[in-house]
């Protein structure tokens, strides 16, 4: 079955880091443009990054020299690795494969930013 | 960049056809060639309806059917059904290589 799954998400004071990570089955994540998109509770959907296949990767401007997006292909693993997190970085953290379209999506990891 | 604009709601009844509108900002949208629309059921992740304007993935219904006229994007759903009520939004690739979205329809089925 092809399936990515998220983990990594909880709690964090502002300022605080965590680290994503996103595990493909069924699909490798190497040969394939992969993105984060966040949805904030009760709000729409934010895109947050992407990674293409390249490897060349672009950020939305909020989170811009804060994440860093990036993949393991021996692990076939995506990563977000969120600094100096913020209280509007609450959401729930999706991967998905694409870079104009997003075809297959994770079930999502909740990051909160509270103190 | 500037978000998508979609209406906040729309609704219909079962067997109709409604439409939702989607409207490009500026001109940072690659042409509006790489429209999508994404239906979302509450607490479930978002699920590609149509890719490229008009294009429909295997196994979508083709009951959803995609549009462009100038820097306008539709998406329609014919032949309401209970199962389509859900968010709905659409998306744009942009010229300097990011992704935005327009901020949601809540589609209720009466």
């Known amino acids: 079955e092809v399936q990515l799954v998220e983990s990594g998400g909880g709690l964090t004071q502002p300022g605080g880091s965590l680290r994503l990570s996103c595990a493909a089955s069924?699909?490798?994540?190497?040969?394939?443009?992969m993105s984060w998109v966040r949805q904030a509770p009760g709000k729409g959907l934010e895109w947050v990054s992407v990674?293409?296949?390249?490897?060349?990767?672009y950020y939305t401007d909020s989170v811009k020299g804060r994440f860093t997006i990036s993949r393991d292909s021996s692990k076939n693993t995506l990563y977000l690795q969120m600094n100096n997190l913020r209280a509007e970085d609450t959401a729930v953290y999706y991967c998905?494969?694409?870079?104009?379209?997003?075809?297959?999506w994770g079930r999502g990891t909740l990051v909160t930013v509270s103190s | 960049q500037s978000a998508l604009t979609q209406p906040a709601s729309v609704s219909g009844s079962p067997g109709q056809s409604i439409t939702i509108s989607c409207i490009a900002p500026?001109?940072?949208?690659?042409?509006?060639?790489?429209v999508s629309w994404y239906q979302q059921h509450p607490g479930k992740a978002p699920k590609l309806v149509i890719y490229?304007?008009?294009n429909r993935p295997s196994g979508v219904s083709n009951r959803f059917s995609g549009s462009k006229s100038g820097n306008t994007a539709s998406l329609t759903i014919s032949g309401l059904q209970a199962e389509d009520e859900a968010d709905y939004y659409c998306?744009?690739?942009?010229?300097?290589?990011?992704?935005?979205f327009g901020g949601g329809t809540r589609l209720t089925v009466l």
């Open positions: 998905a494969s694409g870079w104009k379209y997003f075809d297959l």
């Open positions: 490229d304007v008009a």
């Open positions: 990674i293409y296949s390249g490897g060349s990767t």
């Open positions: 069924g699909f490798t994540v190497g040969s394939n443009s």
């Open positions: 998306s744009s690739y942009t010229t300097i290589s990011t992704v935005i």
């Open positions: 500026s001109s940072d949208v690659v042409g509006y060639k790489y």
